[in-house]
């Protein structure tokens, strides 16, 4: 009789323990700003990429990645992130350099894993985001937001 309410008492601090503390629970790469009990993100890179047209794809070969973005997005390589959905400190950044086809980065993508993928101007002012699946050869980028 005595495991049930002791359960409760452990799983209730360590539920307070989550929502305190800065652990892996929240997904969300980027800076946010907290006002009251809202978190605050900025969108600009993602309407910048929508007001420049900007669309992409990730080509998963063995071992690597190919990232084309079209229209061009530039001669300074952007940075592709391998974002978790649950545990933010298994995050990879992966540097990408110049292919004749787009930009090129070594990173083994294929398994069992699904990540949310980012593909990040050099200088913060787009992002292109996208969705890999374990099995996917390709994955389509887009901006998060529309200007329509």
């Known amino acids: 009789m005595i495991i049930i309410p002791a359960c409760t008492v452990v799983a209730g601090f360590w539920t307070l323990w989550l929502a305190a503390s800065e652990s ?3 997904t969300n790469p ?3 700003r907290r006002t009251a009990q809202i978190q605050v993100s900025s969108l600009e890179p ?3 990429a929508a007001r420049q047209g900007l669309r992409g794809r990730v080509v998963i070969e063995a071992g690597s990645v190919l990232v084309e973005v079209m229209p061009s997005a530039g001669t300074v390589a ?3 992130q391998l974002v978790h959905p649950i545990e933010n400190s298994l995050d ?3 540097d990408l350099r110049p292919d004749p086809r787009g930009w090129r980065g070594d ?3 294929a398994g069992k894993q699904a990540w949310h993928l980012r593909v990040v101007a050099a200088d913060g002012s787009w992002r ?3 969705r890999y699946r374990p099995g996917d050869t390709q994955v389509q980028l887009e901006p998060a937001v529309s200007t329509r």
């Open 24 to 26: 892996g629970v929240d």
């Open 30 to 32: 980027d800076t946010v």
């Open 46 to 48: 993602d309407e910048n």
């Open 78 to 80: 952007p940075q592709l």
């Open 92 to 94: 990879i950044a992966v």
């Open 107 to 109: 990173v083994a993508l």
């Open 128 to 130: 292109l985001v996208g």
